[in-house]
């Protein structure tokens, strides 16, 4: 099952043609680029329509491309200087204009045999592969690869941004930059109150799934304590309704916060 539209679908492909030349003098033949994943497991990463399965957008390329299992292999302890000049191509997602795609070239701090997407929600390439300001990786296929499905199993997350990401939210409430969450904090008067995810919001009055819930904070008067925020360790940033979507207020403050690492190099 493919699980992107044909405005992704183009728009990947378009680029992989154009700043991907890989050949059989470059590459020797492989296995598959992408491991099996069950259906369940598969996953859209930019929105409930949109792309996590960034290769199976190349047409029909079976005669050589290098494998992707090194994915699901720990990163090799040697250390290498990766900056933004191995980016070939960055571009929005189609359905989600918050959220680009940036391709780096092989070898890279993630994959030392593939090109890989690196997803963000800054539209400039990241500092490094492994910026901060990247919220994962997914495989690229390259010219030659066997069409495939990238999906859940496919995405890896990078601990660094749920960092970054918990830093913005927990700010965030301290400085009351977000309506929503104010308007929360006066309904819950005294209690806990959950911080969830807006890819999937709960019915009123109804707690959201674990994956879904980004912290917890005391509220007391109907005023958020921010000093009492609690990251949710089961809370995931990517499930099957696609990416982190924070509300408004928290948004801009995590590309606020985004836009001063990346700045630094970090």
Not at 102 to 115: A, C, G, I, R, W
Request: net charge negative.
């Amino acid at each position: 099952m493919v699980l992107c539209t044909v405005s992704t679908q183009r728009v990947l492909s378009g680029f992989m043609r154009q700043h991907l030349h890989a050949g059989p003098a470059k590459f020797a033949r492989r296995e598959p680029a992408f491991t099996t994943a069950t259906s369940q497991s598969r996953t859209r990463v930019g929105s409930p329509r949109s792309v996590s399965s960034l290769a199976s957008v190349q047409e029909s390329r079976r005669a050589t491309t290098p494998s992707m299992r090194s994915f699901s292999r720990p990163f090799s302890s040697t250390s290498r200087t990766s900056d933004s000049s191995n980016t070939l191509a960055s571009f929005p997602d189609p359905e989600r204009p918050d959220l680009f795609y940036h391709l780096f070239e092989q070898p890279n701090d993630v994959s030392h045999t593939s090109p890989v997407f690196a997803l963000s929600f800054l539209p400039s390439p990241p500092p490094s592969v492994r910026s901060c300001t990247v919220i994962g990786w997914l495989p690229a296929s390259t010219p030659g690869g066997k069409e495939g499905d990238a999906g859940l199993n496919d995405f890896l997350e990078n601990s660094s941004f749920r960092d970054v990401l918990h830093e913005a939210v927990q700010g965030g409430l301290r400085d009351g930059v977000d309506d929503i969450q104010k308007n929360g904090a006066i309904q819950t008067q005294v209690g806990w109150m959950h911080i969830h995810d807006q890819r999937n919001v709960p019915a009123l009055g109804r707690i959201g799934d674990v994956d879904d819930i980004l912290a917890s904070v005391r509220v007391e008067e109907g005023e958020i304590l921010a000093e009492t925020y609690q990251p949710m360790p089961s809370y995931r940033l990517c499930t099957a309704d696609g990416l982190t979507q924070l509300t408004e207020g928290l948004a801009a403050r995590l590309k606020e916060i985004l836009e001063e690492r990346a700045a630094k190099g970090l």
